[in-house]
């Protein structure tokens, strides 16, 4: 009795799905546990491990094989709560299902989305594709909130804009004090000064007002500040002058340490020719 002949090419095809189809009800028996824990919130997940771990000797067993490709990635720097910088890394993944008995193949498609502070976001988006793909390609039993029908959310009606209120009234500014004469007499040789060095910039300008008039005083505290007593009077005013001019003079021969026109210190010339 001759053996049956078997139609090979009526077979071709069909592999891979019986290899989808014997995975899907190995799965359906017990599913992937639960047994990685998210460490800033607490809950439970299935981690890329476990799927692996469940997978990988199924998909030996019917002579299957998972092959991914990356057609698509999108990487956007965002910043956490802290000012940490973080990477948001969105992935489109092809994943190739093929048998290895006669090379029949599906292609899933799945998504993937991560934020890492580090270089990892891309293999995390990754891990999550795969996730994705298997849990849908071989139906594995879940638990949680990731059905959309799960929850419905009834949209409030649109309440009118609320009415403006009016604008408070602009508040009055502060008299300013009226300038001693010393002030009078140094105020503008510094500000000419500063302009010379610095122009617009007004950091620039703090920094070394801030550095001038900083030192350490008889008691040993550290006093810093324009507003304090060493240049409030006279003589403070005309040492602060005189150290930026000389500050300028060195960075621009065209400001000498005194009046070029009246070779006087405090200049007497009106108006100052700087």
Known sequence: MSEPTVDYQAQMGNEVYKA????????????ISKSSTNQ??????????QVYGALSPLLSKYSLCIMPR??????????????????????E?????????????????????????GDKSVGKAMSYAYKAMSFMLFAIPTEGDNDADAHSH??????????QPSPPAPAK??????LSADQERYFPRVKAALDLMYGDDTAQKKTLLKRLTTFTNKEGAVITGIEDYRVKDGQGLKILCSQIEKTAAD?????PSICSECHADPCTCDPIPY
Do not use: C, W
């Open 154 to 163: 009834e949209v409030a009606a649109k309440s009118p804009a609320p009415r």
């Open 20 to 31: 989808i189809v014997a995975i899907t009800g190995e799965l359906a028996k017990e599913g």
């Open 173 to 178: 500014a502060p008299e300013k004090k009226p």
């Open 70 to 91: 990356i057609v698509s990635k999108e990487v956007v720097e965002r910043t956490n709560k802290n000012g940490t910088a973080l990477f948001y890394t969105t992935v």
């Open 40 to 49: 800033q919130q607490g809950f439970k997940y299935r981690g890329i491990d």
């Open 93 to 117: 993944a092809h994943f190739d299902v093929v048998s290895a008995i006669d090379g029949s193949r599906h292609t899933v498609t799945s998504f993937g989305e991560a934020m890492d502070s």
């Open 251 to 255: 960075q621009a021969s065209t400001l």
